[in-house]
């Protein structure tokens, strides 16, 4: 048998990794790159491989798994080695950066795993992946109160702001907030969360149905009058220091720029 | 031909793990070393981190992905990365590894071993030429710990990163647990490793802990750096002089003490051998 070429080579190493992740069989592996590979004092060929098989599985499963913590804890070993086996032979890694493995594991969990789980699990995955999205969004110098001060008061109505770039929002059926917070169970119920960075760490937080209308609107460029609208209801002044009420807080958690 | 690489002294790879301790600025290595891919980032904690650290102190940098060997085309957006970082960090140096890690445009994540063949020099050495071009700057390239080695290699290790070095005209990056790994999974003598290696081609030197797994030792970078790496980092020393050199810690890593602890051991006998080299006979 001639040597294998260099292309041909690699072809059949990357096989033996990829084909069946965590899940190497010697049998498996082309003979010709068998045939390739001087045993060992200590090892066979398929025994020699099969280092190397292993430790392509170990290291983006422990990616993922401090991409997502509470996937990983809910699912325990064996089911979370499951998962990234599965996710790893439909999904291996095009990035040169581990960083990205796990951009779409809420997407295979949603539609191409086929083992039973539970049904918050997507949504839990979404909220982890968001977290690791924001971790190193790009920087930016967030609105202060003093800032927001200095905007004369007929200028407020067509006011624009806008999140800062480390902000995402997560829409789930379930209270997953609390899932990572660290129940294993919850009732679904209609959530969204806002996802941020403050000071380099990242947080989130449950928004109540007012709230995230506002901040939607924010989102979509309104300005704040319109904003403002989601308080309609409510009598004037009540709606005011709601309003005022909220944005302080949007400023004190670091949300906001000035959009344009 | 010289290289006017920096004499760093002695430095450790910086980790997220240690962010706190060394902004703290307690205690100080004189340079550190940074895996660029986790730097290639828009913002956040990471990058603000190395910027600062880099205002103090020399940084290098040091990639896994950028699979010189691998017959996939080069990753021009992952060159381009490299290359923006390089220009916002002013490295000392940039290095990467002897080794291939992608196919059909996927990333196996791992220093993927090549056989030694001219084959496999011809591409490898294109590559590195065509990376310094793209850089405008020398690689630094590392031996890798292996596991398999191919029967239809022509010639060690040594001899083929010393032929790689001299014909892309780069550097080495001698990673002397690494020599020890492979030594000891392949049966080859790590002396005769440090012989074939030209002197003037090595840039910087790295030291770390390996685990032994009964049939084969595994490059884990999650202890201490045992006594028959020391042995071999003083047999190096001897013959390659004052080179930078640098610790890794990757797995189950000490607080930041007791990391600047083992480059202090360096930083011993790498004076002892200097001394002992100056005294006549």
Same mark, same amino acid.
């Given at each position: 048998?001639?040597?294998?070429?260099?292309?041909?080579?690699?072809?059949?190493?990357?096989?033996?990794?990829?084909?069946?992740?965590?899940?190497?069989?010697?049998?498996?592996?082309?003979?010709?790159?068998?045939?390739?590979?001087?045993?060992?004092?200590?090892?066979?060929?398929?025994?020699?491989?099969?280092?190397?098989?292993?430790?392509?599985?170990?290291?983006?499963?422990?990616?993922?798994?401090?991409?997502?913590?509470?996937?990983?804890?809910?699912?325990?070993?064996?089911?979370?080695?499951?998962?990234?086996?599965?996710?790893?032979?439909?999904?291996?890694?095009?990035?040169?950066?581990?960083?990205?493995?796990?951009?779409?594991?809420?997407?295979?969990?949603?539609?191409?795993?086929?083992?039973?789980?539970?049904?918050?699990?997507?949504?839990?995955?979404?909220?982890?992946?968001?977290?690791?999205?924001?971790?190193?969004?790009?920087?930016?110098?967030?609105?202060?109160?003093?800032?927001?001060?200095?905007?004369?008061?007929?200028?407020?109505?067509?006011?624009?702001?806008?999140?800062?770039?480390?902000?995402?929002?997560?829409?789930?059926?379930?209270?997953?907030?609390?899932?990572?917070?660290?129940?294993?169970?919850?009732?679904?119920?209609?959530?969204?969360?806002?996802?941020?960075?403050?000071?380099?760490?990242?947080?989130?937080?449950?928004?109540?149905?007012?709230?995230?209308?506002?901040?939607?609107?924010?989102?979509?460029?309104?300005?704040?009058?319109?904003?403002?609208?989601?308080?309609?209801?409510?009598?004037?002044?009540?709606?005011?220091?709601?309003?005022?009420?909220?944005?302080?807080?949007?400023?004190?958690?670091?949300?906001?720029?000035?959009?344009? | 031909?010289?290289?006017?690489?920096?004499?760093?002294?002695h430095?450790v790879?910086?980790?997220?793990?240690h962010?706190?301790a060394?902004?703290?600025?307690?205690e100080r290595a004189?340079?550190?070393?940074?895996?660029?891919?986790?730097?290639?980032?828009?913002?956040?904690?990471?990058? +603000?981190?190395?910027?600062?650290?880099?205002?103090?102190?020399?940084?290098?940098?040091?990639?896994?992905?950028?699979?010189?060997?691998?017959?996939?085309?080069?990753?021009?957006?992952?060159?381009? +990365?490299?290359?923006?970082?390089?220009?916002?960090?002013?490295?000392?140096?940039?290095?990467?590894?002897?080794?291939?890690?992608?196919?059909?445009?996927?990333?196996?994540?791992?220093?993927?071993?090549?056989?030694?063949?001219?084959? +496999?020099?011809?591409?490898?050495?294109?590559?590195?030429?065509?990376?310094?071009?793209?850089?405008?700057?020398?690689?630094?390239?590392?031996?890798? *710990?292996?596991?398999?080695?191919?029967?239809?290699?022509?010639?060690?290790?040594?001899?083929?990163?010393?032929?790689?070095?001299?014909?892309?005209?780069?550097?080495?990056?001698?990673?002397? &647990? &690494?020599?020890?790994?492979?030594?000891? &999974?392949?049966?080859? *003598?790590?002396?005769?490793?440090?012989?074939?290696?030209?002197?003037?081609?090595?840039?910087?030197? %790295?030291l770390?802990g %390996? *685990?032994? %797994?009964?049939?084969?030792?595994?490059?884990?970078?999650?202890q201490s750096v045992?006594?028959?790496?020391w042995?071999?980092?003083?047999?190096?020393?001897?013959?390659?002089?004052?080179?930078?050199?640098?610790v890794?810690w990757?797995?189950?890593i000490p607080p930041f003490a007791d990391l600047l602890a083992e480059s202090a051991r360096a930083r011993a006998i790498?004076?002892?051998?200097?001394?002992?080299?100056?005294?006549?006979?």
């Open positions: 048998m001639p040597p294998l070429a260099l292309r041909d080579l690699q072809a059949r190493f990357w096989e033996a990794l990829a084909r069946a992740p965590g899940a190497f069989a010697p049998e498996a592996a082309a003979p010709e790159l068998l045939a390739a590979i001087e045993p060992s004092a200590t090892l066979d060929p398929a025994g020699r491989l099969a280092i190397y098989a292993q430790a392509y599985f170990w290291r983006i499963r422990e990616a993922l798994r401090a991409d997502y913590p509470r996937t990983a804890a809910l699912l325990g070993d064996t089911g979370f080695d499951a998962l990234v086996r599965a996710y790893l032979a439909r999904h291996p890694s095009t990035h040169p950066s581990l960083r990205e493995v796990g951009r779409r594991l809420p997407e295979f969990l949603a539609t191409g795993w086929e083992a039973p789980a539970p049904p918050f699990l997507v949504d839990l995955a979404r909220l982890e992946w968001a977290r690791v999205e924001v971790f190193d969004a790009p920087d930016a110098s967030p609105l202060t109160a003093a800032a927001l001060r200095a905007v004369p008061a007929d200028a407020w109505p067509d006011l624009r702001l806008a999140p800062v770039p480390a902000c995402e929002v997560v829409r789930a059926a379930w209270p997953v907030h609390a899932l990572w917070a660290g129940a294993d169970e919850v009732a679904p119920a209609p959530t969204v969360l806002r996802v941020w960075r403050q000071g380099w760490a990242v947080y989130h937080a449950p928004m109540d149905a007012t709230e995230a209308a506002a901040f939607a609107r924010l989102c979509a460029g309104a300005p704040f009058a319109a904003v403002c609208e989601v308080f309609a209801d409510l009598p004037p002044e009540a709606a005011a220091a709601e309003a005022g009420a909220l944005l302080a807080r949007w400023i004190a958690d670091e949300l906001l720029v000035l959009a344009g | 031909m010289a290289f006017d690489f920096p004499p760093l002294g430095g790879g910086l980790r997220p793990a962010f706190g060394v902004l703290e600025g307690r004189e340079w550190y070393e940074v895996i660029s891919e986790n730097f290639m980032l828009r913002g956040g904690r990471p990058l +603000a981190v190395l910027d600062r650290v880099r205002a103090e102190a020399p940084v290098a940098l040091h990639g896994v992905s950028l699979a010189l060997g691998s017959t996939e085309p080069l990753d021009e957006d992952y060159l381009a +990365a490299l290359a923006a970082l390089a220009q916002r960090i002013e490295p000392a140096w940039v290095s990467d590894h002897l080794c291939w890690g992608r196919f059909g445009n996927h990333y196996a994540h791992d220093l993927l071993p090549l056989p030694y063949t001219e084959e +496999a020099l011809a591409h490898v050495v294109e590559r590195v030429r065509r990376v310094q071009d793209r850089l405008g700057r020398r690689l630094v390239l590392e031996n890798v *710990s292996s596991y398999v080695a191919f029967r239809h290699s022509t010639m060690p290790e040594w001899t083929f990163l010393a032929a790689v070095a001299a014909a892309a005209d780069c550097g080495i990056l001698l990673d002397v &647990n &690494n020599i020890y790994v492979s030594a000891v &999974n392949h049966g080859f *003598s790590p002396v005769a490793y440090l012989e074939g290696l030209p002197p003037d081609r090595i840039c910087e030197i %790295h770390a %390996h *685990s032994d %797994h009964g049939t084969h030792l595994l490059d884990t970078h999650d045992p006594p028959p790496v042995d071999l980092y003083r047999l190096a020393v001897r013959r390659f002089g004052r080179v930078p050199t640098l890794e990757d797995d189950r790498e004076a002892e051998e200097h001394d002992a080299a100056a005294r006549p006979a």
